[in-house]
């Protein structure tokens, strides 16, 4: 059974392959297109296709299209209700209208697919297949889906048993966790459907004073969904269309931010009652809410929270295909990590740098170089496998640094052109995170959830730890990833301290850096000390 995944329908289009139950690739069109978010989410982009990201899924698996039993498609236009509150008012028919279209577009795109292999797949129960199938501990699992809006609904809660979903609760538009923390986002003057993860580190700077309020304003109604009444922006921070942002703005994050964690639990729970599961899958873009995702962790009934790491709608893409894949009776297998996308061997790498004329070495062990860099007090630009699945960077296209170094915060946050009160992320060893960590889950292998830093650390890694004392941690198991492990044992064992700094690689309003050409423009153009590309290393003081 060989299935595609698309989304297309919003934002972040994306593509996934399926071949007999097994996750065989994965990748967002932005990674392709250099273009942040492959598209806006507007009715007009709706007909826009990831058709790179599936061409190459293809190509990883020696497809042709007309070798694929279907395409699973992350919308489902038939369950869209003309007229409902929370839809585009003039133009949701043009979308509509667009994803009707899809499989002859999708014929256009993929010469030799058959249109008539195209299925539709409701875009939450999508989203829910791609935690509940994709999950690695397999077995039965409750599911709570919440993002900003499917074809009528804004949120999910179900059961999986057998690899089979029953829908429990579904929330019903224009109620919506997702497009009030959009709305939110776009009033504090950054890009909605876009920037929301600023907003949740701008909290950590206010206080919620607008708690009571919220609670009026946003209650959940006890049969497992939620209802939301209008909320007057301007009447609680005046809007910001530029210049600095003030306290008031930062206090209104944080009472929404507050709220929608309270929430968020309250589902859970209400969940949990209703399944009597022991574990919890997460995904849409409200999944990416990491303060939010360790409060249910902690705080909720559920012994074990997993968060697909491409929560947002890019996730989508591998949920449909891996439904249909159920649905035919063959067993989805879970994911096998998120670096599901393109990787390039030694030579081909060679070949890219002498091509760029760049002067280059090939050390004993690329771990030890960057190692020994880091500790030095250097910025590691690390291209290293297959590129990642969703926005976080683990590993693969990552910006390294030193986190004893408190300036090394700022010194990041220039380097990627970024706000200054954005945090960095710390990767650690799985077997010392406890020692350093403590409150979110261990291990945490893909940086969906934040933790408390252990008093005693704070001092010693002040890079990676936020204003509130947490840190949104990255776990590495040297077993599962031994080059990964070798560069964190190696950094240990020169400073005492068995963690780095990791951000993404690639700078303001860009997408993560995917290919060697990506890194080697990022590289020439941003203040980075060495880039670690494959086996090689490239020293920015050897070209200057």
């Avoid at 994709?134 to 179900?158: K, N």
């Avoid at 250097?378 to 990642?388: K, M, N, S």
């Avoid at 001092?459 to 840190?471: E, F, K, N």
Wanted: net charge negative; glycine share 10%; hydrophobic share 40%.
């Amino acid at each position: 059974m060989r299935v595609l995944g698309v989304n297309a329908i919003f934002h972040d289009p994306a593509a996934a392959l399926v071949v007999d139950g097994q996750v065989v690739a994965a990748a967002e069109e932005e990674r392709f297109s250099r273009r942040k978010h492959g598209k806006r989410p507007v009715p007009f982009s709706a007909w826009e296709l990831p058709e790179q990201a599936a061409r190459w899924c293809l190509r990883r698996a020696g497809l042709s299209p007309a070798d694929l039993d279907a395409v699973a498609y992350s919308y489902d236009p038939d369950l869209v209700e003309p007229g409902q509150p929370g839809l585009d008012e003039h133009w949701e028919e043009l979308r509509t209208t667009y994803a009707r279209r899809a499989p002859q577009f999708l014929a256009t795109a993929l010469p030799g697919l058959d249109p008539g292999i195209v299925r539709f797949v409701p875009h939450h129960v999508a989203h829910a297949a791609s935690a509940g199938l994709a999950a690695p501990f397999g077995g039965d699992s409750a599911v709570l889906v919440a993002d900003g809006r499917g074809e009528r609904a804004s949120h999910l809660g179900g059961s999986y048993r057998d690899g089979r979903l029953e829908i429990l609760a579904s929330q019903r538009l224009p109620h919506s966790l997702g497009l009030m923390y959009e709305s939110l986002t776009e009033h504090l003057g950054f890009l909605r459907a876009s920037d929301e993860y600023k907003v949740m580190a701008l909290a950590s700077y206010g206080s919620p004073v607008h708690a009571g309020l919220f609670r009026e304003l946003l209650r959940v109604t006890g049969d497992g969904g939620f209802h939301l009444e209008p909320i007057d922006w301007g009447g609680l921070a005046k809007p910001r269309e530029s210049g600095e942002l003030g306290p008031e703005h930062a206090d209104l994050a944080a009472s929404v931010q507050l709220r929608v964690e309270e929430v968020l639990l309250e589902l859970a729970r209400w969940l949990h009652a209703a399944t009597g599961h022991r574990r919890l899958t997460m995904a849409g873009g409200v999944a990416l809410n990491c303060v939010a995702n360790t409060r249910i962790h902690a705080e909720g009934p559920f012994e074990q929270v997993w968060v697909q790491p491409a929560a947002g709608d890019a996730g989508t893409a591998l949920g449909a295909a891996l439904h249909v894949t159920a649905t035919e009776d063959t067993p989805a297998a879970p994911m096998p990590g998120a670096d599901l996308g393109r990787e390039w061997t030694g030579d081909q790498l060679r070949q890219c740098l002498e091509t760029a004329r760049l002067t280059y070495t090939e050390p004993a062990d690329i771990a030890e170089t960057v190692a020994a860099a880091l500790a030095e007090d250097q910025i590691v630009a690390w291209f290293q496998g297959r590129g990642e699945y969703g926005p976080r960077a683990l590993g693969r296209r990552s910006l390294l640094a030193h986190p004893g170094r408190a300036d090394n915060l700022a010194r990041l946050n220039e380097v990627k052109g970024r706000e200054q009160f954005r945090p960095v992320a710390p990767m650690v060893l799985a077997d010392r995170a406890a020692e350093l960590f403590e409150r979110g889950p261990i291990p945490s292998p893909h940086m969906l959830f934040v933790h408390d830093v252990r008093p005693d650390w704070r001092d010693r890694i002040p890079a990676v730890v936020h204003v509130d004392g947490t840190a949104r941690v990255q776990t590495v198991d040297a077993d599962q990833d031994p080059l990964l492990g070798r560069m964190l044992t190696a950094f240990a064992a020169r400073t005492g301290l068995p963690v780095v700094v990791n951000t993404s690689l690639n700078t303001a309003g860009r997408p993560m850096v995917d290919d060697p050409r990506d890194a080697l423009e990022c590289f020439g153009s941003a203040p980075v000390d060495l880039l670690a590309i494959g086996p090689f290393a490239v020293h920015r003081r050897e070209l200057t």
